[in-house]
């Protein structure tokens, strides 16, 4: 005797798994979605709430990760030159990005051709790309980028939208030993942070800005940059950091014709930076 099964219900087949396997699928994906959702808001709201980081915060955070990069810098007349060129910058900055800061640079006499933004009031210049600087002008253009993205909180940005996602995972997956260990890789994300493209623009914004404050004029403004466009696919750190086009240039052009900056005289790099 055989059973009719009802009009309507599906024999199982492979194509139809039974209940139990297609609501473990379910749970699966509702299970995956959810941690996406989490992770994603949580490092949304970890990058929106970099304007509300003290800078006392910002300091401890400093004491975690300078002390590294001190450890490669070597107190040097070429350090102290770069820090007066970089207190002539610090000069025009407004109130809001300048009370309670002092913005240092540490020389790493390294062949790496890259400069950083570090939490702590710290710019890092690698020997490599001091090396490739022509003129004061240039070399100050860089430093007022660097300055830009502690302005727009750049260097907490990268940082703590990382590290927060990495903390929601180990929340989730209840793995208390990586909370541990996510502090101490703040110093390489630090190092290997990337800014997106729209991030640099506004950096280059602010480094234009200062360098016409300082120069009132803006030669060299564009030097370094032009240089890097043209050294696309070549292994640079800097460009790994700081994604650098001919767009790039392009839009500081615009933003001097813009503005009316004119540009004057380069002038040569100090003695002991030469
Ligand atoms: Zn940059």
Do not use: C
């Not at 910002?58 to 040097?76: D, K, R």
């Not at 809001?96 to 913005?103: F, P």
């Amino acid at each position: 005797m055989s059973i009719e099964l009802p009009p309507g219900t599906a024999a199982y087949s492979k194509r139809n798994p039974p209940p139990q396997n297609r609501q473990l699928l379910v749970f699966l994906g509702w299970f995956i979605g959810t941690v996406i959702t989490i992770v994603w808001v949580a490092g949304w709201i970890a990058s929106s709430l970099v304007w509300w980081i003290p800078p006392r915060v910002e300091q401890q955070l400093g004491q975690v990760i300078v002390p590294t990069y001190e450890a490669l810098a070597q107190p040097s007349a070429t350090q102290e030159s770069l820090n007066t060129l970089l207190d002539r910058l610090e000069a025009h900055l407004s109130d809001d990005l300048h009370a309670g800061r002092d913005y240092q640079v540490l020389y790493i006499p390294d062949e790496t051709v890259n400069a950083i933004a570090i939490p702590g009031d710290r710019v890092i210049i690698y020997q490599g790309l001091l090396q490739e600087m022509d003129s004061e002008n240039e070399l100050m253009m860089v430093l007022g980028h660097e300055l830009g993205h502690f302005a727009n909180r750049d260097h907490l940005r990268g940082l703590s939208r990382r590290l927060a996602v990495q903390l929601v995972l180990a929340t989730v997956l209840g793995d208390a030993g990586s909370i541990g260990a996510i502090a101490s890789s703040a110093t390489s994300i630090v190092a290997n942070a990337q800014f997106s493209q729209q991030q640099e623009y506004q950096a280059d914004e602010i480094g234009l800005q200062l360098l016409h404050q300082e120069y009132g004029q803006v030669a060299g403004a564009t030097d370094f940059f032009a240089e890097l466009a043209q050294k696309q696919g070549v292994d640079l750190a800097i460009l790994a950091t700081h994604p650098a086009s001919a767009k790039r240039v392009q839009r500081l052009e615009q933003l001097i014709q813009k503005n009316g900056y004119e540009i004057g005289e380069r002038s040569p790099l100090p003695g002991s930076l030469k």
